[in-house]
């Protein structure tokens, strides 16, 4: 698993923190505007600079309900940023020089030992330079002047976080299957989680992640050996910024990041909302394998032998974009169906690290090809020459043929098919790459 590091903007209303925050993320956002159900009032992106890459948060879309105070919303948004980030940008607006609340934002940030760039935004014009000396009683060292609305001073500012996060330290992953549960609340995470780790021998418990609040926990089942990710300090409940639905987002975001796969509890009780497939579309961004675990199963009534099957049917209507994704009914409250749960889990682990031979590979694919040829499609026809699977997170094929542009999608999901059927390629997400052979 790559380290990525996240990086918070703070800073007090219009100094420009989304326009940075946008300046940032800028050459992603045809990715991310594709993603479903994830992109209304985004405050947080993958971004990378010099082929880094790193989880960049705008705090300022971090908000407390309307009654609260203004200060009291800038203050819980700088002290989510020590919380959350390994790196802080503290934004400063030019126009108008050190004002009181930037003052009490740096008094927060004095407590942290995490590294702090101060940056004084809207310096549109390259302006006298000494005047920026001003900056420097704030006790941040030197500033770094940009202008986000003009992309002005980005590389220096993207340098400067790039130097920072070489120094976090990699944390060397551990032993075995990561798996964190997702889902909105009430579902039973924390339910689920305990169940789980009541039954089980707990290896190290717990050990402290990356973020100061998440809590690992390993344990082993029969031989194998597991982690699992405690999302939003499940298990920990009733600090107030985790009732924040933004703040819980990111958390979410950090943890399916440190994870091999990924289950999304789901009421069976009660019906899905966008909440839900809005949580799944997390991690669907973030190329995880999805398991769909429905839980409380003991407080479906009225079950009959076909039950499992329409509410399977109707739950996967609200998930199209996971087919590929295992479901399993379980029961947290009573530790009923917890062996299934287990073993999709060894079953999609084992499918995401499976690799294929090369030499078969590509005797399926002429197989496929010469059965049922590509259509014509954008004024040719696409022929694939050979094939390969490189090291990925998630299984991933290169196709070389003779031109990307005659892949007509119907016949990228035939050969997706014909590599999952034959492989067995069960209950993981796969990327099919085209491209052109020299
Ligand atoms: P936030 O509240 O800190 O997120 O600030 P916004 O990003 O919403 O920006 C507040 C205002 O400042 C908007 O009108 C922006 O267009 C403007 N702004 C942002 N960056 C710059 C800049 O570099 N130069 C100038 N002149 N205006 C900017
Ligand atoms: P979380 O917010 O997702 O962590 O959910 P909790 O684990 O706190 O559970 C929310 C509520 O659902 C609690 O009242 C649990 O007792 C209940 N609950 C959790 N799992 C089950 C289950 O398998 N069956 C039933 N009937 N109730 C459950």
């Not at 420097?136 to 030197?142: A, I, P, S, V």
């Not at 399993?328 to 690290?353: C, G, M, N, P």
């Amino acid at each position: 698993m790559a380290q990525k590091g996240n990086v918070a903007i703070v800073g007090r209303p219009n100094v420009g923190k989304s326009t940075l925050f946008n300046r940032i993320i800028k050459n992603r956002l045809s990715i991310v505007e594709d993603t479903p159900g994830v992109t209304r009032d985004r405050i947080y992106a993958f971004s990378e600079w010099l082929t880094r890459e790193f989880l960049i948060i705008d705090t300022g879309g971090i908000t407390l309900n309307n009654t609260a105070m203004f200060a009291q919303k800038i203050k819980m948004q700088a002290e989510i940023a020590i919380e959350e980030a390994d790196i802080i940008i503290f934004v400063l607006s030019y126009k108008e020089g050190i004002a009181p609340d930037d003052e009490m934002i740096a008094k927060i940030l004095y407590q942290t030992k995490k590294p702090v760039i101060l940056v004084i935004n809207k310096y549109d014009k390259q302006e006298k330079e000494s005047e920026l000396y001003e900056y420097m009683t704030l006790g941040f060292g030197e500033p770094i002047a940009v202008s986000a609305s003009h992309g002005i001073g980005m590389g220096d500012l993207l340098d400067q976080v790039i130097s920072y996060l070489d120094q976090i330290p990699v944390q060397s992953k551990t032993e075995g299957i990561h798996f964190s549960l997702i889902g909105k609340p009430n579902v039973g995470k924390s339910s689920l989680t305990n169940a789980i780790l009541g039954e089980e021998r707990v290896i190290v418990s717990p050990i402290a992640g990356t973020t100061t609040d998440s809590i690992d926990t390993v344990f082993k089942r029969n031989t194998q050996i597991y982690t699992v990710i405690d999302t939003a300090g499940i298990r920990r409940k009733g600090k107030i910024y985790e009732k924040l639905e933004k703040y819980s987002v990111i958390r979410t975001v950090s943890s399916i990041e440190r994870s091999d796969l990924v289950l999304l509890i789901i009421d069976g009780k009660i019906p899905i909302t966008d909440q839900d497939t809005n949580i799944a579309g997390i991690a669907f961004e973030q190329n995880k394998p999805i398991i769909l675990v429905v839980n409380k199963w003991d407080a479906v009534t009225e079950k009959d032998d076909q039950s499992m099957q329409k509410i399977e049917k109707s739950i996967r209507g609200y998930f199209k974009y996971l087919n590929y994704a295992k479901m399993v009914f379980v029961s947290a409250l009573e530790k009923k169906r917890l062996h299934l749960l287990f073993q999709t889990i060894d079953e999609v682990y084992d499918r995401l690290t499976q690799r294929v031979k090369t030499s078969v590979l590509n005797e399926i694919l002429v197989k496929a090809q010469l059965l049922n040829p590509s259509p014509d499609f954008n004024g040719g026809r696409l022929k694939i020459y050979y094939a390969t699977q490189p090291d990925s997170m998630i299984p991933t094929f290169i196709m070389f043929c003779n031109n990307p542009k005659y892949i007509h999608f119907s016949y990228k999901r035939f050969l997706e098919n014909q590599i999952r059927e034959y492989f067995a390629f069960d209950g993981v997400p796969m990327k099919i790459l085209f491209r052109e052979r020299k």
